[in-house]
Nanobody, 124 residues
Framework: QVQLVESGGGLVQAGGSLRLSCAAS????????MGWFRQALGKEREFVAA????????RYSDSVKGRFTISRDNAKNTMYLQMNSLKPEETAVYYC?????????????????WGQGAQVTVSS
């Protein structure tokens, strides 16, 4: 079992930046591929970014490519999402997720463990 805890959410103006963190409870964190998803009010959850177990491979949704950066520090059991040039339509609850596979996935139902979510609000 892996417990994930997100932090770093908050309120930011359009064009601003935030960095989300996801801390994992297990030392085997380094063997898990990880991902970030988000869900806006009244909308379905959508893929944002994913990273392989060693961080060598990353994938982004087209909407965030070039503005968001996913990374991980396996020594600290922590994953990050640096979000720049944020837009009001990106207001959502952001979730980190883990799967006990080395290869990343962009599909939410291929992730087995989820955090409680972090609210990100982008004001216009």
């Amino acid at each position: 079992q892996v417990q994930l805890v997100e932090s770093g959410g908050g309120l930011v103006q359009a064009g601003g930046s935030l960095r989300l963190s996801c801390a994992a409870s297990r030392r085997t964190f380094s063997s898990y591929a990880m991902g970030w998803f988000r869900q806006a009010l009244g909308k379905e959850r959508e893929f944002v970014a994913a990273i392989s177990w060693r961080g060598g491979t990353t994938r982004y949704s087209d909407s965030v490519k070039g503005r968001f950066t996913i990374s991980r520090d396996n020594a600290k059991n922590t994953m990050y999402l640096q979000m720049n040039s944020l837009k009001p339509e990106e207001t959502a609850v952001y979730y980190c997720a883990a799967r006990d596979e080395s290869v990343l996935s962009t599909v939410d139902n291929e992730y087995y463990y989820w955090g409680q979510g972090a609210q990100v609000t982008v004001s216009s």
